[in-house]
């Protein structure tokens, strides 16, 4: 007899069904469920969740979060696991209350940050700006008071290896460039911080995706 007849459609009880955070704690292999919260179908590999369907190198919603209001900083948790290698992190909409860049911080790390950003201004003037012994990555998105834009890629935050940020696309007001970045260490992330520069953001979605290993 078919489950659904004997718990009934309208059951409260709902098999495979969970959140991110809510995930079988001892999956078997071929388990599939259904994540209400990223609309995701995933299958257990006998190690790892995988999303059904997904391609190698697809990319696949890790989270989502709105930003407030005036606020200065953003720290998203849970953004980074075992699960993925690579990572991408989008910020689209809101505002900023300046033309101002928006700086990225591994976990509560905040010293060694190697930072590159090549630019021009849109009269074609050349630029550069570097640094290393950060506390941060700083010029990785930009904000003004139309959006915020950010997207970059992470790699290895989780595994006990240097992480590298980049390349990311910092396009402002008056000029526009190319951001890369390089935190050597061993340390295993599993947040990061947005930082305005100056200024406070509001409204707004930083959105992380994993890419499919």
């Given at each position: 007899m078919p489950l659904s007849n004997v718990l009934g459609a309208q059951s409260v009880i709902k098999p495979g069904v969970c959140t991110s955070s809510t995930r079988p704690a001892s999956p078997f292999e071929g388990q599939v469920i259904y994540e209400t919260d990223t609309d995701l179908v995933l299958s257990y590999n006998?190690?790892?969740?995988?999303?059904?369907?997904?391609?190698?190198?697809?990319?696949?919603?890790?989270?989502?979060?709105?930003?407030?209001s005036a606020v200065s900083s953003i720290t998203v948790t849970g953004a980074f696991s075992a699960t993925y290698d690579a990572y991408k992190i989008i910020i689209t909409g809101g505002t900023s209350t300046n033309n101002t860049n928006l700086n990225l911080q591994l976990g509560a790390v905040t010293t060694g940050y190697r930072n590159q950003l090549?630019?021009?201004?849109?009269?074609?003037?050349?630029?550069?700006?570097?640094?290393?012994?950060?506390?941060?990555?700083?010029?990785?998105?930009?904000?003004?008071?139309?959006?915020?834009?950010?997207?970059?890629?992470?790699?290895?935050?989780?595994?006990?290896?240097?992480?590298?940020?980049?390349?990311?696309?910092?396009?402002?007001?008056?000029?526009?460039?190319?951001?890369?970045?390089?935190l050597d260490g061993t340390d295993q992330f599993t947040a990061f911080t947005v930082i305005v520069q100056t200024g406070t953001a509001t409204?707004?979605?930083?959105?992380?995706?994993?890419y499919k290993n």
């Open positions: 006998g190690s790892s969740w995988i999303s059904v369907g997904a391609t190698a190198g697809g990319l696949v919603l890790v989270s989502s979060t709105t930003i407030g090549l630019y021009a201004s849109y009269n074609n003037t050349p630029l550069a700006l570097g640094s290393t012994g950060g506390s941060n990555f700083i010029n990785v998105g930009a904000g003004n008071s139309s959006r915020l834009t950010m997207s970059v890629d992470v790699l290895n935050p989780y595994l006990a290896k240097p992480t590298t940020v980049g390349p990311a696309s910092n396009a402002g007001v008056g000029d526009a460039g190319v951001f890369m970045g390089y409204g707004g979605e930083i959105r992380v995706y994993g």
